[in-house]
């Protein structure tokens, strides 16, 4: 099992004038400690489960160019980006632009968007839900056909583009990671787009993974084939209290059949936290199996 750095909050001691360098000792420390992605929100706003509305964010796309060139192995992506946020060809050519530019480490973390107090807010298109999740297909489509050479036309019931070139190509097909655990449509999204999928951590996993199969089984796809993520708070402790409790939370969701335990931890601009994951708990995640 991987762990992931899901970076959630950008309000820090030091304020904007340090983000810059509180950000990148965050990220070099991940990639030292053997974290395998860093991710960070698509949001404008910051979110209630996180803190205050009106607290620090950054944009999403800016801000993992950023990490791109501070780091040299983690893979970056968006934890997911808000499909309606972004023209989809424009999307692709971001994603595009993100992996050439960090050499081949660019994935594509993508749900049908949640927030409409902040997409109101900064004027963002945000249809009804039923659209969104039509909106979310088209994308995968068009992302898809844009990264597989073909710049033939794509015509849709929301998008239309007259020529989907895509130059330079991504240095390899970014994978897609469709973030949600909507069992009626994301999840079937999941098994007819996807490379992995991503829940929140909670008692109805083993369902929620059910559901995934028999959406596989429909759409005629390995379920062995999609890599399973799920988003946890891990937090080790001041002093490493919570260690032993953490290794048995990854232990059951290996068990489960995840590959990824993607995490958000209290504070992390105290990089020691970050550094303690990575000699107790990093290891033990890959033992297993």
Known sequence: MKIGLHIADFTYPAGPAGLADDLTRIVVAAEEAGFARVSVMDHVWQIPAVGPVHHDMLEAYTTLGFIAARTSTV???????????????????????????????????????????????????????????????????????????????????????????????????????????????????????????NLFAGTDLAHKLDVLRGHCAAEGRDYDDIEKTVLVQLDPGDRGEHIDALRAQLEGFAALGFAEAHCWLPRMWQTERLALLGRELVPAAAALH
Request: a positive charge; proline letters at 7%; aromatic letters at 8%.
């Open 75 to 197: 893979e970056l992506l968006a934890w997911v980006s808000a499909v309606t946020y972004r023209h989809p060809g424009m999307l692709a050519k971001l994603v595009s632009t993100l992996d050439v530019l960090s050499k081949g480490r660019a994935w594509l973390g993508i749900g049908a968007a949640w927030n409409g107090e902040e997409a109101a807010g900064l004027g963002l298109p945000f249809p009804p839900l039923g659209e969104r999740f039509e909106r979310l297909d088209e994308t995968l489509r068009i992302c898809r056909q844009m990264w597989s050479g073909s710049e033939a036309p794509f015509e849709g019931r929301h998008y239309t583009l007259a020529r989907t070139l895509n130059a330079p190509q991504p240095l390899r097909r970014p994978p897609i990671l469709i973030g949600g655990g909507g069992e009626r449509r994301t999840l079937r999204l999941v098994a007819r787009h996807a490379q992995a999928c």
